[in-house]
C-alpha cells in the first residue's frame, strides 16, 4: 500500500497529465505472416508522445539496471507493436521501483521500508524495428527448419555476456541435459495465453 501510495504521488509530479491507453495488454500483431504476441504493462499519451511501460521492481542501481533494456529484443518488439496500432512510439519507459527495509535509521532516512523510483527511456529507431522484424523473419525460418529434427541453433541475439539470463548456464553448457535437470522445472511457457484464449 504504501509503495502504490508514493508511486501515485511520484507520477503525479514527474508525469502530469499522462493519459493512460491501455494496461495489461495482451495483444497479437503480424510480421508478414508470423503472429507476435506482447504483454505489455501500460501505454501511455504524454505531450503527444505515445510510451510503452513496464513496471520492475529491484534493489540494484538503476543506472545498472537499465543496461539490460539496450539492447534489448522485447523492447524492439513493444515499440513495433505500439508503433503499429498507435502509428507513433517515442520509446520503451522501464519503471524500476526500488524497495528495500531498513532495520534501524540510516543517516536522515528513517528506520523501516522505503522506496525510490526511477526510469529510463529507450528508443527505437526505424532500422532498428525493421531489423528486429528481419531477425524475427529468420529465426522463425531456422525453427521451422529445425523442428523436425528436435535441434535448435543458439540465438546469438540473446546476449550471451548479460549474466543476468537464467539460462546462460545452459547455452554455455551447449544445452546439456544433465544441467537442464538439475537447474530447470519443466513449465508450460504458454499456460497464460492459453488461459486467456478460453475466457
Same mark, same amino acid.
Given at each position: ?116 523510483? =526511477? !526510469? ?5 529507431? $526505424?532500422?532498428? #524495428?525493421?531489423?528486429?522484424? %528481419?531477425?524475427?523473419? @529468420? ?21 550471451? =555476456? !548479460? ?5 546462460? $548456464?545452459?547455452? #554455455?553448457?551447449?544445452?546439456? %541435459?544433465?544441467?537442464? @535437470? ?18
Amino acid at each position: 500500500i504504501t509503495l502504490l501510495r508514493n508511486y501515485i504521488e511520484w507520477e503525479e509530479k514527474n508525469f502530469p497529465r499522462a493519459e493512460t491507453l491501455g494496461v495489461e495488454i495482451l495483444d497479437r500483431f503480424n510480421i508478414g505472416e508470423i503472429g507476435y504476441t506482447v504483454k505489455i504493462d501500460r501505454v501511455i499519451k504524454l505531450n503527444n508522445n505515445i510510451y510503452c511501460y513496464d513496471y520492475k521492481t529491484t534493489t540494484a542501481k538503476t543506472h545498472y539496471y537499465f543496461m539490460q533494456f539496450s539492447p534489448n529484443f522485447a523492447v524492439s518488439a513493444y515499440c513495433n507493436y505500439v508503433q503499429k496500432k498507435w502509428g507513433q512510439c517515442s520509446g520503451f519507459i522501464p519503471m524500476a521501483m526500488q524497495i528495500g527495509y531498513r532495520s534501524r535509521k540510516y543517516k536522515d532516512e528513517p528506520a523501516g521500508f522505503w522506496c525510490k523510483f =526511477d !526510469y529510463d527511456i529507450i528508443n527505437r529507431n $526505424p532500422d532498428q #524495428l525493421k531489423d528486429f522484424e %528481419e531477425t524475427v523473419r @529468420e529465426w522463425h525460418d531456422r525453427m521451422y527448419q529445425h523442428n523436425t529434427i528436435e535441434k535448435f541453433p543458439c540465438n546469438n541475439g540473446a546476449y550471451m =555476456d !548479460y549474466k543476468g539470463c537464467g539460462f546462460r $548456464p545452459l547455452c #554455455l553448457s551447449c544445452n546439456d %541435459e544433465a544441467i537442464k @535437470e538439475s537447474l530447470y522445472h519443466k513449465t508450460n511457457a504458454f499456460e497464460y495465453l492459453e488461459k486467456e484464449s478460453v475466457r
